[in-house]
């Protein structure tokens, strides 16, 4: 048991989801595991580990900016020997071929982060995906008939820009904009674990479309049996 988890040894799988909406985790416990059993409720950062095609797979919400996400990934990795991690988040588009619903498979996150500044000073640290999950991803999805385009996001502390800054990272190829990811690969590196971001384009930062809170929250189907047939590959 650690501080924000309070699942029992043994309660959560060494395979997760990480959407960062509890209420994600909860609909993809409800409707894609077998026996699911909710092994947390701490501030509301809702668990659940059940069966998807006979194996033990957990789900945990880890909320919203790279700060919410260490803590629940510090504490996956250190008390609960999570080895695959595939982050299934939202993600607003930047490049104009990417439209609404699309899915996105990210190879690395770059960020504007101060976590990054505190752990490598004036140095600069490239997260990057687990090469076998995203191979593996890309190759599960054209199995499946499912549109992906891979490359780097951008997890910025900020929701609100108002410098627009992502004008910036889409000049240099960045796909889109999340606040998380670089945590999660720069984690998996610091404990060589493997980890992985899949998305769905939630909004068209180029256009201002965009999906509403209830499409974000049960719809995107896609992503997550992609990511579930993903993680339960060898």
């Known amino acids: ?62 909320g919203m900016g790279q700060p919410s996400l260490s803590i629940y990934v510090n504490e996956l990795f250190n008390f609960y020997g999570v080895q695959k991690a595939i982050r299934i988040g ?15 498979l990210a190879n690395a996150a770059c960020s504007d982060s101060s976590l990054i500044n505190q752990r490598f000073k004036n140095m600069h640290y490239a997260p990057s995906s687990d090469f076998s999950l995203l191979y593996n991803a890309y190759n599960k999805a054209k199995e499946l008939n499912i549109k992906t385009s891979v490359g780097p996001v951008v997890s910025s502390d900020l929701f609100y ?32 674990r493997k980890a992985l971001s899949i998305f769905t384009v939630s909004d068209e930062i180029l ?26 590959m060898n």
């Not at 997760?16 to 092994?39: Q, S």
């Open 161 to 192: 820009d108002d410098n627009q800054n992502w004008k910036l990272w889409a000049e240099y190829g960045v796909l889109g904009c999340e606040m998380e990811s670089a945590e999660l690969f720069t984690l998996a590196a610091k404990y060589s």
């Open 90 to 104: 939202t993600i607003g588009s930047i490049q104009k071929e990417l439209k609404c619903r699309d899915i996105i």
């Open 1 to 62: 048991m650690s501080t924000h988890i309070n699942a029992k040894d043994g309660a959560i799988s060494d395979k997760i989801l990480l959407p960062g909406d509890p209420l994600r985790a909860k609909f993809i416990a409800e409707n894609f595991l077998e026996n699911a059993v909710c092994y947390n409720e701490v501030r509301g950062m809702l668990g659940f580990t059940g069966f998807y095609k006979g194996q033990k797979i957990s789900v945990q919400g880890t």
């Open 207 to 232: 256009t201002g479309k965009k999906t509403s809170p209830e499409e974000r929250q049960t719809s995107f189907k896609d992503m997550m049996i992609l990511a579930l047939e993903t993680i339960i």
